[in-house]
């Protein structure tokens, strides 16, 4: 006989395939009472992990987060400058320089909060105890999820300001095909999310290893 599920070799009369544990049906193409039953347990510690599962069984959420107002303090600190400056300058042209100053200050003022509101809507990051998420898009949303397994390295990537404020990018490599490269900018407590992700990575290549170990032991 042959399972119909992996094409192994079947010793007649058996009632579950030696090779994957699927139910065997018998010589009329029915199942017999015993395959009928739900499957032994070593059948069932035959099935894929969750790996494979869209909802991992107990899966917690570790973090979640968006874009930081905080990354913005350097161009920020460089825009008042140049305000001051400009102000100072529009002092010795007259109310026409004053108008035209104004005016630019309040635009660029804008065009940097609009900036700032944007990337906070666009962006948002999830991390749980299997999977990262990481979602881009105003009008239309795009969702990627990267197996925490899958990650190689986590780097942490921070300028002068960005120190004084805890807050950078993270730069995250995997062996996911989509996103092999991930860049997560205006991360806030960003040593903190860094640590997170590379314990969470370890913790879980950490346990795949037991868990393999203790299949390959049972069987």
Not at 48 to 63: F, K, Q
Not at 68 to 83: E, H, N, R
Not at 119 to 141: D, I, N
Not at 197 to 218: C, P, S, V, Y
Request: a negative charge.
């Amino acid at each position: 006989m042959k399972c119909e599920i992996c094409g192994g070799e079947v010793a007649a009369g058996s009632a579950f395939c030696h090779h994957c544990g699927a139910p065997v049906a018998n010589g009329d193409g029915e199942e017999s009472d015993v395959a009928a039953m739900p499957q032994a347990a070593g059948a069932h510690r035959l099935k894929p992990g969750s790996r494979g599962n869209s909802n991992p069984v107990n899966e917690e959420e570790l973090w979640s987060g968006t874009y930081s107002a905080k990354a913005m303090v350097g161009p920020a600190i460089g825009l008042a400058l140049l305000t001051v400056i400009a102000l100072a300058a529009a002092s010795f042209a007259g109310p026409v320089g004053w108008a035209i100053a104004g005016i630019g200050a309040v635009v660029f003022w804008a065009i940097l909060g609009l900036v700032i509101l944007y990337r906070r809507m666009t962006v948002a990051y999830r991390l749980t105890t299997y999977r990262f998420f990481h979602e881009t898009g105003l009008l239309s949303r795009t969702r990627n999820r990267i197996e925490v397994i899958d990650i190689n390295d986590v780097t942490l990537q921070q300028g002068l300001i960005e120190r004084m404020f805890n807050v950078g990018t993270i730069h995250i490599q995997s062996s996911d095909v989509t996103h092999p490269d991930l860049y997560l900018p205006g991360i806030e407590d960003v040593r903190h999310v860094t640590d997170l992700i590379d314990n969470t990575r370890r913790a879980e290549r950490q346990r795949r290893g037991l868990f393999m170990e203790n299949i390959g032991t049972a069987g």
